[in-house]
Every structure is written in structure tokens, then in C-alpha cells.
């Protein structure tokens, strides 16, 4: 793509996601009250034109602290709309611009929220992606890079709070890496990055412990990689012993003497269980073949 082509992709992106971070939440013309009153006929509107208008005005609620605003009414409108069709390609496009440079920990709001939401969000435009494809191969790099680096660089591991709701900006991007796994169009290369990605979170550096399922989202977009079946079982154990190094402890036997090496053995189990549960019971040859492969995995770590 010639240099010109690029400046001309990216400068919407910037606006528009200039624009969402300026906008008000709920948005011009709604309500909360109207709001909710949409979620509870599941988002029915039948004026596509207002529709298409809605669904990029609660691009701010994605930001908001007020977890009906932003989990039960923007992420479920477009999470229902893009699965039954209702955004037009002029839509999906100005979402995907005003998303891409807020799946970023440098972007992130104060109070953590846009990032972790419009990875959620991102997810479903991907899922769109995979099933009737409309990106292009430099924009789906581009949100593989996005999603990958966010993923790496995330230090915020706050997951549910009874009064704001959700942030759990690992499992949310981990969804969109789950959707870009099962993508035809990204190939082997592109998968590794994926899997480069996940390794760094399965027990975070800071002895956080996951409490929130992250283990079972982060084993979801490996799990599809294996079952593409791209890799060979040498590759695969070669990945699987990383994952279970104890490294930077000694050993195993090491962990057990602070929280941060009990945080590393109860977070690294519970992702290795996730992935053994699922590949034993599938009922796909190729993934059920590597649940031993898994289980030695699981049994360096006793």
C-alpha cells in the first residue's frame, strides 16, 4: 500500500477516536431511562438510519463508570447488532477506527474502562470479520498488533467491583484474540503472535492472582490455534514447557515459600487445566491427541 493510502486509512481512526473520547454518555437525544427501555425490546429500532447513528454515539459509553451504561447497554447493542446484521459497512468501518487506538494501555482512560470495553467490542467487528470478511489484510494485522501489545503490556488485572461492574482487560481482549485465532485469513506467523501474547499473561510478573476465570479466556484462543492444526506436536510441547517453566524461581519446589511463587503455580495450573479439560473431552482428533501432551505440562508443576 503506497505511504499516501496509509495517511488517508489512519487519519480517520484518529478522529474518530478523538471524537468518542469527547462525546457524551448516554448520548445526545437518550436517556438512561430510554436506554434501558431499548435493551428490554433487545435493541429493536426500526429507523436504520438512527440505528446506525446510536451505534456510534455509544462509542463514550464504552468509557463509562456506570456499568449499565456501558456493559448492559453499549456492549450488548453491538454485540446484538453485529450478530443480526443491523450495521452497515459504514458503521462497522468508523467502529473500527474509533476502537483501534483505545485497545491500548497508553490510551486507557483513568478509571480503566475504555480499553478492556472496546477490546470486548472490537471482538464482535472480528467476529463479523471472520464470518463475512471485510477488513482488509493491513487492517487485520493492525488489530492483531493492537490486540497483542495490549495484551503483553496490561498491568491493570482488576476484574469485577460490586458497584462499577466489570473491567477484566485480560479475559476481554483475550475474547478478541479468541475470535482473530479462528480467523482462515491469518496464518502461521500471525498465530505465534498470538501465542507469544498469551504466554506473557498466564502468570502475571506481579504475583497477581486471577480470581475472575482469566485462565479459562486465555486458554480459549490456544485452544483454537491447536485444533487449526498448523503446529506440530514438538512445536507444541516446546510451547507448553515455556508456559510451565518456573522460571524466574529455581523450581516447583520453590514457589511454595511466597505469594508471588504461589501466585505463579496457582495461575500457571489452572490455564494448563483449562486447556487439558477442553482438548480431552473435544471431539476433535487433533486437539484430544495433545491432551497428554498437556497433562506433562501439568505434571512438572506438582
Known sequence: MKKFCVAVMFAPMLVAGAHAAGMPCPPAGWSQERLTALKASEFSIDDDAQRQQLALGLLA??????????????FEAYSSWLRAGKLDNATRDKLYAGLLPAISVENADSDGFRAPFSALVM???????????????????????????????????????????????????????????????????????????????????SGHFYIYGEAERLARPVLFIMGRKLHTEAEWDNWLSQVASPAPFGSWNDVFLSQAGLAKRHNTRDFLLALYV??????????????PRIKTAITALQ
Not at 279 to 287: G, M, W
Open 61 to 74: 459509553c464504552l468509557a463509562s463508570p456506570n456499568p449499565v451504561l456501558r456493559d448492559e447497554v453499549a
Open 123 to 205: 471482538s464482535e467487528l472480528a467476529r463479523v470479520d471472520r464470518l463475512t470478511p471485510y477488513l482488509s489484510d493491513t487492517q487485520r494485522q493492525d488489530l492483531l498488533d493492537r490486540a497483542t501489545r495490549y495484551l503483553q503490556a496490561q498491568r491493570d488485572y482488576r476484574g469485577f467491583d460490586q458497584q462499577q461492574g466489570w473491567r477484566h482487560g485480560i479475559a476481554h481482549d483475550a475474547d478478541l484474540l479468541m475470535q482473530l485465532s479462528l480467523n482462515p485469513a491469518l496464518g502461521k506467523a500471525q498465530l505465534n503472535q498470538i501465542l507469544a501474547a498469551v504466554a506473557t499473561q498466564v502468570a502475571p510478573a
Open 278 to 291: 477442553e482438548a480431552r473431552d473435544s471431539k476433535y482428533e487433533s486437539l484430544a491427541a495433545l491432551a
